[in-house]
T-cell receptor, first 114, second 113 residues
Framework: EAGVVQSPRYKIIEKKQPVAFWCNPI?????LYWYRQNLGQGPELLIR????????DSQLPKDRFSAERLKGVDSTLKIQPAELGDSAVYLC????????????FGAGSRLTVL | GNSVTQMEGPVTLSEEAFLTINCTYTATGYPSLFWYVQYPGEGLQLLLK?????DKGSNKGFEATYRKETTSFHLEKGSVQVSDSAVYFCALSEGGSQGNLIFGKGTKLSVKP
């Protein structure tokens, strides 16, 4: 069984440029999460989806970040425009409905903003 | 608000040494507690969990006991191997199994042969 797939693994952009990250969760996992992990820190939740509905986006900086999960499967996280402070690893995770917080994480997308 | 505090790393041990990574938490109510591990180049994965006080989670020789009186969930292993080298994250779940995870900063473990 394939795990959570994320792309790209690495992205380097200049500030003010846009960037997008893609995530394909484990088949059957209705719950999808986007986390941000700054260097030396633990992951912090950005947004959580139940199927196609964003049920918790309270930590998503909505002025520049957006996310979508059309059809309740794949998801895209976008930043526009990127700032220097957005340099981090963006992690996607998925779980079964009511999965008791047993999350399966992807390997992450490392963003560097110059 | 709810939070998790882990011991600072990095931790360097020789093979077969005893491991303890301390984790304490602050939470309202009765959270579930977790240890996640991130091996080099891989995504985080669940190592073990405990959902109520005095529960012991265990997996791959690692153990942690949910101590409500000391608000702790320390990770232990009796004899570490080189393959245990990784970053270990303690986490709690707000609102039980349906809540979001709050992670500690992580503790990097390096095991030398």
């Amino acid at each position: 069984e394939a795990g959570v797939v994320q792309s790209p693994r690495y992205k380097i952009i200049e500030k003010k440029q846009p960037v997008a990250f893609w995530c394909n969760p484990i088949s059957g996992h209705n719950t999808l999460y986007w986390y941000r992990q700054n260097l030396g820190q633990g992951p912090e939740l950005l947004i959580r989806y139940e199927n196609e509905e964003a049920v918790d986006d309270s930590q998503l900086p909505k002025d520049r970040f957006s996310a979508e999960r059309l059809k309740g499967v794949d998801s895209t996280l976008k930043i526009q425009p990127a700032e220097l402070g957005d340099s981090a690893v963006y992690l996607c995770a998925s779980s079964l409905p009511g999965g008791a917080n047993v999350l399966t994480f992807g390997a992450g997308s490392r963003l560097t903003v110059l | 608000g709810n939070s998790v505090t882990q011991m600072e790393g990095p931790v360097t041990l020789s093979e077969e040494a005893f491991l303890t990574i301390n984790c304490t938490y602050t939470a309202t109510g009765y959270p579930s507690l977790f240890w996640y591990v991130q091996y080099p180049g891989e995504g985080l994965q669940l190592l073990l969990k405990a959902t109520k006080a005095d529960d012991k989670g265990s997996n791959k020789g690692f153990e942690a006991t949910y101590r409500k009186e000391t608000t702790s969930f320390h990770l232990e292993k009796g004899s570490v191997q080189v393959s245990d080298s990784a970053v270990y994250f303690c986490a709690l779940s707000e609102g039980g199994s349906q809540g979001n995870l709050i992670f500690g900063k992580g503790t990097k473990l390096s095991v030398k042969p």
